[in-house]
């Protein structure tokens, strides 16, 4: 099988096979119409973006931040005005949470935000042929040589909890990030993948040992070998309530416990 992989494609793959065979592999997709949460993280994500291309804390106080935030607000996916300032207000603490969290960041030699990008050429994996390309939402050369990536989270964490780092380790997304960075920098002292939760004021990351890689790698030659056989499950998480598939009453788990109406967000 070829196919072309990125953060959030191998993300779905790994919560929920079915998930990703259904959208993915046999086409199925409705508009995109952004949820309240959704357009809450795309305007945080702005607001950050162009702080750092503006030299973030050298150049800009935590007030300066919020101007962003304010400047780039989007409101096409709040219900009303009501949720609308609940959610800018949760904004604007998450953004002063990191803005000082975030003064004594590690020296940076380079840095890239938002940048897209795709490898030149195919890995193999089994029998599989893949085709790596994704966004980084931070990619960081620090000055003593090591890479970092990183990924801003806005949503509420896991019920579960955050993740320690093997848990880190053991995402294929944050496999696909260490990937990409690789292929920009061959000759980094290292890479660690990190992301940081905005509501819990955290940083989780994972530096990639050649054990956690080759762990990762045949989890993800599992998941391809099911796709191509056909042969997948649905695995129940904490995206059921927003899924594609169950939206359109095309998931197992929930057949004949759901109403004919699509699921909202």
């Known amino acids: 099988m070829e196919i072309h992989l990125t953060p959030s494609k191998v ?37 950050l973006y162009a702080f750092y291309q503006r030299g973030a804390h050298s150049n800009h106080d935590v007030n300066d931040l919020l101007r962003l935030l304010h400047t780039k607000w989007d409101s096409a996916g709040f219900n009303n005005a009501e ?16 803005y000082h969290a975030s003064k004594e960041e590690a020296p940076c030699r380079s840095r890239m935000l938002e940048k897209p990008y795709r490898a030149d050429r195919a890995f ?9 390309g994704g966004r980084f939402d931070r990619l960081d ?7 970092e990536v990183l990924d801003y989270k806005t949503g509420a964490p896991p019920s579960t909890g955050l993740p320690d780092e093997q848990e880190m380790a053991e995402r294929l997304d944050n496999l696909i990030y260490y990937r990409l960075a690789a292929a920009i920098y061959p000759k980094a002292k290292n890479i660690t993948v990190s992301r940081y939760y905005l509501k819990s004021k955290r940083k989780v990351s994972a530096l990639y040992t050649a054990e956690r890689l080759h762990a990762a790698r045949d989890l993800l030659l599992d998941l391809l070998d099911q796709l191509e056989s056909g042969i997948v499950s649905p695995v129940q998480n904490e995206g059921c309530s927003w899924c594609l598939v169950r939206r359109h009453g095309k998931c197992p788990t929930f057949a004949g416990t759901d109403t004919g109406e699509l699921i909202q967000f």
């Open 11 to 47: 993300e779905m793959l790994q919560n929920c096979p079915l998930a990703f065979q259904q959208k993915y592999l046999k086409g199925l997709s409705e508009p995109f119409r952004p949820s309240p949460a959704s357009q809450l993280g795309m305007n945080v994500h702005a607001a």
């Open 83 to 98: 949720d609308e300032e609940a959610f800018r207000q949760e904004a604007r603490q998450m953004l002063i949470d990191f």
């Open 141 to 147: 050369l620090l000055a003593d040589g090591s890479v």
């Open 124 to 132: 193999s994996l089994g029998r599989h042929k893949i085709w790596l």
